[in-house]
């Protein structure tokens, strides 16, 4: 994925995807076998490469109502490209949600946006399943936002639509080479254990920890919940985004086209696309 580029959208798809300073692995299954549904993810890299961002959200609607809001989401995603702060962009979504809320809109979501200089991520979650998070230094997988892992409490904000005066907070976290966030709908959290209980993110984390290589963790995770229930993953929507850090550095060449591209468009690639760079 270049400079200046905006990847994603609600359709099936299974992808693994390439950036300056992160590297994502992409899984989407609509439910039905339906071609688009109603999860929507987005991901973005600016004008240098240096912010990437990624988007996974649970809308609320089917069919048209959902492609509205798919196409919503995209455009707000493409005014923040080159923004490092995360707050505008969710209070951005969070008006757009407001003004469609009076037919029932609503969305949760997890947005996170990587800074490659300071190798640093920050997570904000509005009313969305924790993302997992893999640090190689303990290598063990642990729920994003819990204080007695990344130093701090994030606690998720209402859904996007809900209410128009809300705060999104943020956390960041030093995310270096080795170090991994799953982020997932509920289809994964609300699944059953062999008991037909739920699993929620504690169950989730104890499968992912008997993985020896947290890399493969979406395909695991599949797997796994699939022997464990007949009903896992068949009800609804099923998607999870993947991000691990590169450790790359900008090149020289994107530092200087930086400016260029500022004063550009940002070129806009819908999920379906099949260009070489994106795979």
Same mark, same amino acid.
């Not at 300056?20 to 899984?27: H, I, K, Q, R, S």
């Not at 209402?158 to 080479?177: C, N, R, S």
């Given at each position: %994925?270049?400079? %200046?580029?905006?990847?994603?959208?609600?359709?099936?798809?299974?992808?693994?995807? $390439?950036?300056?300073?992160?590297?994502?692995?992409?899984? *989407?299954?609509?439910?039905?076998?339906?071609?688009?549904? !109603?999860?929507?993810? @987005?991901?973005?890299?600016?004008? $240098?490469?240096?912010?990437?961002?990624?988007?996974?959200?649970?809308?609320?609607?089917?069919?048209?109502?959902? &492609?509205?809001?798919? =196409?919503?989401?995209?455009?707000? %995603?493409?005014?923040?490209?080159?923004?490092?702060?995360?707050?505008? /962009? %969710?209070?951005?979504?969070?008006?757009?949600?407001?003004?469609?809320?009076?037919?029932?809109?609503? &969305?949760?979501?997890?947005?996170?946006? @990587?800074?490659?200089?300071?190798?640093?991520?920050?997570?904000?979650?509005?009313?969305?399943?924790?993302?997992?998070?893999?640090?190689?230094?303990?290598?063990?997988?642990?729920?994003?936002?819990?204080?007695?892992?990344?130093?701090?409490?994030? =606690?998720?904000?209402?859904?996007?639509?809900?209410?128009?005066?809300?705060? @999104?907070?943020?956390?960041?976290?030093?995310?270096?080479?080795?170090?991994?966030?799953? *982020?997932?709908? =509920?289809?994964?959290?609300?699944?059953?254990?062999? $008991?037909?209980?739920?699993?929620?993110?504690? !169950?989730?984390?104890?499968?992912?920890?008997?993985?020896?290589?947290?890399?493969?963790?979406?395909?695991?995770?599949?797997?796994?919940?699939?022997? @464990?229930?007949? #009903?896992?993953?068949?009800?609804? #929507?099923?998607?999870?985004?993947?991000?691990?850090?590169?450790?790359?550095?900008?090149?020289?060449? =994107?530092?200087?086209?930086?400016?260029?591209?500022?004063?550009?468009?940002?070129?806009?690639?819908?999920?379906?696309?099949?260009?070489?760079? /994106?795979?």
């Amino acid at each position: %994925m270049q400079c %200046m580029e905006l990847w994603g959208g609600n359709s099936a798809v299974e992808k693994n995807i $390439s950036m300056t300073g992160l590297t994502a692995e992409v899984f *989407c299954k609509p439910y039905g076998g339906d071609k688009n549904g !109603g999860d929507v993810y @987005y991901l973005t890299s600016c004008a $240098s490469g240096r912010i990437s961002r990624v988007l996974l959200a649970d809308v609320t609607g089917h069919g048209q109502q959902v &492609a509205e809001t798919a =196409d919503k989401l995209r455009s707000i %995603m493409r005014q923040n490209v080159n923004v490092i702060r995360q707050s505008n /962009l %969710m209070a951005g979504i969070n008006r757009e949600f407001n003004a469609i809320s009076e037919d029932g809109g609503f &969305a949760t979501a997890v947005v996170a946006t @990587y800074f490659s200089p300071r190798q640093s991520l920050t997570v904000s979650i509005a009313g969305h399943p924790r993302p997992l998070l893999y640090q190689a230094k303990s290598r063990q997988w642990t729920a994003f936002g819990i204080s007695d892992n990344a130093g701090s409490n994030l =606690d998720p904000a209402l859904p996007f639509g809900i209410l128009e005066e809300t705060t @999104y907070q943020t956390l960041q976290v030093a995310f270096t080479p080795g170090d991994m966030l799953l *982020c997932h709908t =509920d289809a994964f959290s609300e699944a059953l254990d062999k $008991s037909g209980n739920l699993l929620n993110s504690e !169950g989730l984390i104890g499968i992912l920890n008997d993985l020896d290589e947290p890399e493969n963790a979406i395909r695991w995770l599949h797997s796994q919940l699939e022997k @464990y229930h007949a #009903d896992n993953l068949k009800n609804d #929507d099923v998607t999870a985004l993947l991000i691990r850090p590169t450790g790359n550095r900008i090149s020289f060449k =994107d530092n200087i086209k930086a400016a260029i591209r500022l004063v550009g468009r940002v070129t806009e690639i819908d999920s379906g696309d099949q260009r070489e760079n /994106l795979s």
